[in-house]
Structure formats: structure tokens, C-alpha cells
């Protein structure tokens, strides 16, 4: 027997809806790329989106069909979150940060018929636009009067003359909630990217659950700025679930520097902001040489790579910013676990509650995860044991678009379909889960395993230390022997032995590692993430001591 409920589809364009029905005077802020800051409200954006879905229609693009963008976090970047997703088509947000040989790749590959970009982005897409045959229509995200003469790309038009003489009248159509409503590729470090393609469903599910309070705890009353950018899984899908509840969103255009990002927190009276350690990072190093406070800011989501303990300490015990440590992946629209504590670990002394805060966290409802030891079979909760991890849900992939090889699931006895993350984690009694490492980056020494995460850890405690990779050499004896590649803070100095004798009693004797080398920079891959493969082989030549 079926319940007797309304049947409505679980659409994009509700959130836009409602917003502007609900919070319509609510403000969205954005620095724009030109500069300055721009202001407006949900009813604004609900106009304008409606505008876009008719410059769509105008342009005779059909359900289904894919309209990329190469934009930073910004007012216009949402009004095509809701256009195109709400009309029918899909978004895909392209990462400006891929290859300019990649991205042509994944717009071919995707089939893009228009594309929306960013002024900044000009000189690449005048590198790609000619090996793009797919793409009909060009669009600068700028005024008319912003748009550059001779740019070379035919029929370029600027977004506001595309779509500023449209009707702001537009009816939603109402359709599967199962269809696609964006894309995202993944960074693969190797091989070609793959594509993640959200539906409509799997949004509005992963929006409601991202909000509730042992989550992102979001509010009408927050002001949201997401760092993490919007053409990185869907800035964590905040855009859609600042629209479900009705915050003000706060978006940071270009400018990631730290110095940017605290003024714009400030000025706009940002409390819940969300983005990755580097960014972080960068935050903290402005304010603490000059000593400064946030004045808004109650709690800031850290995920993408693993918050470092002397992070969370600064936020939590300096300024008094709660540091919700999470996880998640593309293929999984991103979260997958957040890190709260339960009532029973607040009574925990400082140190046995940083141990549970570094834990990537619990699941999420609607998110299933479980560890598997090389057999497939499950191994325990218990904190300590760890094994390859994977999920399943209504918001983790079934499969790539277009893919090329097998079904990526792993399948259960009961027949159910397992995502293996490549992450290797523990889960303990009460169900937080820890990443140890990425599958390909562990390091075996000696028949056991080092995490490369906790000789990080331990080096970016160090005071002079401003980033740590840590990589695992060859060794004729143990297999593998960690060394920690480190970058120093400007004008900080720590030599290889202090930062080694640092680790003492900090870790066992044999996870210490065999050395230190000292690096300008480490490798970033487009998502901010530490490029291990490249160090490695940037390290080709180099020996481990007494080799
Ligand atoms: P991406 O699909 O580019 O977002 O990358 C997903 C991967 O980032 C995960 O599979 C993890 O390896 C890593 N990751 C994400 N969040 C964390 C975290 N909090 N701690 C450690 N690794 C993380």
C-alpha cells in the first residue's frame, strides 16, 4: 500500500522560491571581481534567476542541457545555480584551477553549451575557447560596459546584456527529481578528471541535513560566508542551504587573502564561515602579528584536508570560534561527516576533547559508513583498528557520468552498493571516524602502517612551521620511512634536528621520521589539497640518511 501524501518533487527552484517568498529582504553580498562590494536581497536573486532560465530558453537550450561556469563565490555565480539548475539544465562549475588542456577536456567531455566566466578567467578561455566546438554561447559574467573589444571569442556578450532585458517572470517547470541538476569533476591527481553529476533530489536531501543543528547548525539569524568556492562540490552546498533557511550569504570573490577575507567577515557580520586549512591559514597569519579579534564569528566548518590540532586550538581557545571539523568528497555532494561532541565529552578535560575534535566526525544522517579490511570483510569500531572506508546514501555516487570503466561500487553480501572512498579511517564506539590517510599515502614500515596525517600534525605544531607534507622513502630494510617536507613561516627558523627532537615523546620512537627537508613551497592541487605525487617527484633524486 502506498501513503497518501502529495508527491512533490524535491526541486532547486524551491529554495529560491522560498527564499524570496520568506526571507525576500534578507541580503546577499559579494566583492565582486572588479573590486567593489555588491548588495542585494533573495528577491533580487529569485528575479534574476528567473531571467537567466529565460536567457536559456531564449538561447533554445533543452532539458538537460550543460551550462558551465568558470566563476568565483559571487551574486551572479548564484543566480546560475538557480536559472540553470532550476529550468532544467545542468551547472557545471568548472575549477579554474585545472590545466587549461583539462578544462578544455571537461568541457568537451560535458558537452557544454553555453559558457559563464569571470572576467579573470578571460585570457583562459581566449587558450581554450577555440578547442571547445560544443560551446555556442560565451557569456562574461561583467557589465556591458566592462566588456573588453577584440577579445577574439565570437559572439561574446556580457552576462547583463544577455540576460538583464529578459522577462523576470518565469514559471518553474515541475519534473523528476531524480534529474540532473549539476556537475562537478573531481581533481584525480592521475588520469583523466571524472564527473560527479548531483540530482535534484540528492541537493535538496543533502541541504536539509547539512543544516541541522549537530551539523552545520545553520539559521535565518547567521550571516554565511562560504571561502569554499563555488566551483569546488558546490561550495559544500551552502548555496542552497543559506536559500532553505533564509541566512544572509556573504561571498569573497577573489580575494582568499587573509586580510581580505577578515575585513569582509567583519563588515558584513559574518558568523558561520566555511573553507578549507590553507585558507585558514592564511586568515590566521594576518590577524595574530597584529592582534587581532573577530567581533561576529561563532563557528567555521574546516574540511577538504585534515584541520591541523593547532588550528583548532587557535580558533577555539584564541578567539573563541567553534571549529567543526569535517569530511566529505566530490562523489558525495560533499559531506559525509561533521565533528560535534556529545553531551557526555563536555566534561572531558581540554586534551581528552581535542582528541575527539581532531576526528573527521560522526555520519550525518542519510550517510552510511563502514570499514573494510583487505578481504572486504568489516572490521570493528574500536578506535583504533583501520581499514579502507566506504559509504553509501542518497547524496553518495552511483556512478560517474559518462564513465569509462567498471562501476566504481563495491557490493555487500545483502547486495547493497558500497562507494569506496580510497580513504583509510578507524571508527570508534561512538561512531566518529578518523582518516588516517589516503589509501596511496600511507606509509608501510616494518609490516605496519604510518599515518602521514599524524606526523603532519605533529609538525605543524611546531611554531615555525607553516605547512608539512609527509611522504614515505623507499628503504631496503623497513620498506618505507616517512620524511616530512616542511615549509617555514616567514622569518621563523627551525633546524632539521629541533624540528625531529620535537617529536619526541609525541609519537612512537619508529613513527618519527627519518628526516626533515626544508622546501619554498609545497604543491597544491586545484582544490587547495597537497599534491603528494609531485612532491615525490620533485624528491626523485633525494636519499634518506645513511642510505
Ligand atoms: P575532493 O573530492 O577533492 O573534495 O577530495 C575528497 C578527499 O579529501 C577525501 O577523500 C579525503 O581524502 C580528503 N578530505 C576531505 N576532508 C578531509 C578531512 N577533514 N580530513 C582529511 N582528509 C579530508
Same mark, same amino acid.
Given at each position: 500500500m502506498l501513503g497518501l501524501m502529495q508527491n512533490q518533487p524535491l526541486l532547486i527552484s524551491s529554495l529560491i522560491d522560498f527564499a524570496q517568498r520568506h526571507h525576500g529582504d534578507v541580503e546577499v553580498v559579494s566583492r565582486r571581481v572588479e573590486g567593489d562590494i555588491h548588495r542585494y536581497t533573495y528577491a533580487d536573486v529569485a528575479s534574476r534567476s528567473r531571467q537567466v532560465a529565460n536567457a536559456l530558453d531564449a538561447a533554445g537550450l533543452a532539458f538537460s542541457d550543460r551550462v558551465a561556469t568558470l566563476a568565483w563565490n559571487g551574486y551572479r555565480h548564484l543566480e546560475l545555480y538557480f536559472g540553470v539548475s532550476g529550468s532544467g539544465r545542468v551547472l557545471h562549475t568548472v575549477n579554474p584551477r585545472l590545466h587549461p588542456d583539462q578544462i578544455a577536456w571537461v568541457l568537451n567531455h560535458a558537452e557544454d553549451a553555453v559558457m559563464c566566466f569571470d572576467l579573470t578567467f578571460l585570457p583562459l578561455i581566449q587558450a581554450v575557447h577555440a578547442k571547445c *566546438?560544443? !560551446?555556442k554561447h560565451w557569456i562574461a559574467l561583467c557589465d556591458a560596459d566592462k566588456l573588453p573589444a577584440d577579445?577574439?571569442?565570437?559572439?561574446l556578450l556580457s552576462y547583463e546584456a544577455w540576460m538583464g532585458s529578459?522577462?523576470?517572470?518565469y514559471v518553474w517547470p515541475e519534473f523528476d527529481?531524480?534529474?540532473?541538476?549539476s556537475m562537478c569533476y573531481t581533481s584525480g591527481t592521475t588520469g583523466n578528471p571524472k564527473a560527479v553529476l548531483y540530482s535534484h533530489r540528492s541537493t535538496i536531501l543533502h541541504a536539509y541535513a547539512s543544516a541541522l543543528p549537530d551539523v552545520m547548525?545553520?539559521?535565518?539569524r547567521d550571516a554565511i560566508? *562560504?571561502? !569554499?568556492?563555488?566551483?569546488?562540490?558546490?561550495?559544500?552546498g551552502l548555496p542552497y542551504s543559506a536559500a532553505m533557511i533564509g541566512a544572509k550569504m556573504v561571498f569573497p570573490g577573489p580575494a582568499l587573502d587573509g586580510k581580505s577575507i577578515y575585513e569582509l567577515m567583519e563588515a558584513e557580520r559574518v558568523t558561520f564561515a566555511a573553507g578549507v586549512p590553507t585558507i585558514w591559514q592564511m586568515l590566521l597569519g594576518h590577524m595574530q602579528p597584529a592582534g587581532l579579534r573577530f567581533s561576529t564569528l561563532k563557528r567555521t566548518v574546516i574540511g577538504g584536508s585534515a584541520c591541523p590540532p593547532a588550528m583548532i586550538t587557535a580558533f577555539?581557545?584564541?578567539?573563541g570560534v567553534e571549529v567543526l571539523h569535517a569530511w566529505g568528497m566530490t562523489e558525495m555532494s560533499p559531506l559525509g561527516t561533521l565533528c560535534t561532541l556529545k553531551n557526555k565529552h563536555l566534561t572531558l578535560s581540554k586534551e581528552e576533547q581535542m582528541k575527539i575534535r581532531l576526528k573527521q566526525g560522526q555520519c550525518i544522517f542519510g550517510v552510511d559508513m563502514k570499514i573494510v579490511g583487505e578481504d572486504g570483510q568489516e572490521l570493528p569500531h574500536d578506535g583504533k583498528t583501520f581499514g579502507d572506508l566506504l559509504v553509501r546514501g542518497p547524496?553518495?555516487?552511483d556512478n560517474y557520468y559518462k564513465?569509462?570503466?567498471?562501476?566504481p561500487l563495491v557490493k555487500d553480501a545483502n547486495g547493497l552498493g558500497w562507494f569506496p572512498t580510497g580513504d583509510v579511517a578507524t571508527i570508534d564506539v561512538d561512531g566518529y571516524m578518523q582518516i588516517t590517510d589516503r589509501s596511496k599515502d600511507v606509509i608501510k614500515s616494518g609490516g605496519e602502517w604510518i599515518s602521514s596525517i599524524d606526523v603532519e600534525n605533529i609538525a605543524m605544531a611546531?611554531?615555525?612551521?607553516a605547512m608539512a607534507a609527509c611522504i614515505g622513502m623507499k628503504h631496503p630494510k623497513w620498506d618505507e620511512r616517512p620524511i616530512v617536507v616542511v615549509v617555514k613561516k616567514p622569518g621563523a627558523e627551525v633546524s632539521r634536528e629541533e624540528l625531529l627532537a620535537f617529536y619526541e615523546g609525541k609519537t612512537a620512537k619508529w613513527q618519527i621520521p627519518d628526516d626533515v627537508v626544508f622546501v619554498p613551497a609545497i604543491p597544491l592541487g586545484g582544490?587547495?589539497?597537497?599534491l603528494k605525487n609531485k612532491l615525490r617527484d620533485t624528491l626523485s633524486t633525494y636519499k634518506l640518511p645513511g642510505l
Open positions: *566546438p560544443t !560551446v577579445t577574439g571569442i565570437p559572439g529578459q522577462s523576470t517572470t527529481e531524480n534529474s540532473a541538476s547548525c545553520l539559521s535565518a560566508l *562560504p571561502v !569554499v568556492p563555488m566551483f569546488h562540490v558546490n561550495a559544500w577555539n581557545d584564541v578567539y547524496w553518495v555516487v564513465a569509462e570503466g567498471p562501476n611546531h611554531p615555525a612551521v582544490t587547495g589539497k597537497m
